[in-house]
């Protein structure tokens, strides 16, 4: 198991403390606020980006090379599982890339070590700047300084199958306000046949199940962990709306409303039974119901935000920061690649490769006729979140991680007390271990 402790010691044989002190001491901070910083830059701009969302960094640097001739962006994919030892041993090194297009929840790692460069002042000479997204922001955001800037979003949504909601009698809107209402609806498109199932969530993959059930807590203002980075603890023990969310997703198993494969599925085929039309609801992302369907499917799906037990509205606010580590070299031609992602012609193209602008001014006319099912999160921007935490690949992202055992405790073997008990007891010792 990747604790905070053992993060800090990756990649060179150097005690903690001596990472620490290598951070610490800190390498230079580049100036922002220098005359002329982010315009008419020179040279070379070093860009890492992780693997999973290359495709949303590949074109727009192609893009700004072909607009200029006095600046050139290299960039290096980095696997996403190898991105955060990668770049710690960098740091460590002293030998940093201008800019990292990191995962947004990833972000505090590095700026609890006062890593990154410090890009409050430019972010607040941006125009727009009010018009992006206030959860990529959050996460990049440490006693009111901000570290980062949002690029491109991957949020999670219920996904309604139109054709089958019409036959089955639900109205979506109707459905999505409370827990009682969902369970109602999908007891309706379970009857339209032995093949046609009402829900799917993928319950062996920790990731994907956290990206699309998490919301489902957020959406009634609370979350399974509390407190400020720094004295974090679980929320789960007396936390009614956890077990709700679990006596939901209970219910639905017992009573078959979910397909049977839903037990071992690891999200390597997620999506493939909702795009082949047999399931009713889907909590998922744009990219596997729209990028990965043809137009035909397109028009037999609408889109609404993941809700809570009494209704409320909240999705997944994933995707990318861009960060500028302490130590880049051109930090000036850095800047100016950002501004040029971040400009709406950039920002409107991202759905073309499976994601959401961060600009809530996208959504556009011209955006909304070519990309009407990728308008919702940027209409509904404010109930994007993700948490704040140290630990999150600990908690949620690992096989054997205290998120993912709690949900199939609950759900498959039916011990939601035990689970949530054995929870709250492993959410506090990880965050506890991380924070230390």
């Not at 300084?145 to 219920?158: E, H, I, K, T, W």
């Not at 809107?173 to 209402?181: P, Q, Y």
């Not at 919702?376 to 140290?390: K, R, S």
Request: charged share 20%; hydrophobic share 40%; proline share 6%.
């Amino acid at each position: 198991m990747l604790t905070r402790r053992k993060f800090l010691g990756l990649g060179a044989a150097v005690t903690t403390a001596g990472f620490a002190s290598s951070c610490s001491s800190v390498l230079p901070e580049p100036d922002v606020q220098a005359a002329g910083f982010g315009q008419d830059a020179t040279g070379t701009v070093q860009v890492w980006c992780r693997a999973a969302t290359q495709s949303g960094l590949t074109d727009l640097v192609k893009k700004f090379n072909a607009s200029q001739d006095r600046l050139t962006v290299e960039l290096t994919p980095v696997l996403d599982a190898q991105y955060v030892t990668k770049l710690a041993t960098a740091i460590r090194g002293r030998s940093v890339p201008d800019l990292v297009d990191i995962d947004d929840i990833n972000s505090m790692l590095f700026i609890y070590r006062d890593a990154f460069t410090d890009l409050t002042e430019p972010l607040a000479a941006l125009d727009f700047r009010d018009r992006l997204s206030p959860g990529h922001l959050r996460l990049a955001t440490k006693d009111k300084r901000v570290y980062g800037v949002p690029y491109l979003a991957d949020n999670s949504m219920f996904w309604f199958n139109t054709e089958l909601c019409d036959r089955a009698d639900v109205d979506p809107d109707e459905a999505i306000k409370s827990f009682d209402n969902l369970l109602a609806a999908a007891r309706k498109l379970r009857k339209l046949g032995d093949d046609i199932y009402a829900w799917s969530f993928p319950a062996n993959s920790p990731g994907a199940l956290g990206f699309v059930v998490q919301p489902m807590v957020w959406a009634a203002d609370t979350d399974l962990i509390q407190g400020p980075v720094g004295s974090q603890s679980g929320h789960i023990v007396g936390n009614d709306v956890v077990r709700q969310m679990l006596e939901l997703h209970r219910q639905l198993w017992v009573e078959g409303l979910v397909p049977r494969a839903n037990f071992s599925d690891d999200a390597s085929r997620w999506g493939s039974d909702f795009r082949a039309g047999k399931i009713g609801i889907f909590p998922s992302n744009y990219s596997v119901v729209v990028s990965a369907s043809d137009p035909a499917f397109h028009r037999k799906v609408t889109p609404r935000l993941l809700s809570g037990p009494d209704g409320g509205s909240a999705f997944f606010d994933g995707g990318d920061n861009m960060c500028i580590p302490r130590g880049a070299r051109n930090a000036s031609g850095a800047w100016e690649f950002v501004r040029f992602a971040l400009d709406l012609p950039q920002q409107i193209d991202l759905p073309a490769g499976g994601y959401t602008p961060v600009r809530s001014d996208a959504r556009t006319a011209e955006f909304a006729k070519k990309y009407p099912l990728a308008t919702l999160p940027l209409e509904q921007i404010q109930h994007g979140y993700a948490p704040t935490t140290l630990s999150y690949n600990l908690l949620y992202n690992q096989p054997d991680g205290p998120w993912l055992q709690m949900f199939r405790r609950a759900v498959f073997d039916g011990e939601l007390e035990a689970a949530m008990k054995e929870a709250q007891q492993n959410y506090d010792r990880i965050l506890r271990q991380g924070q230390a």
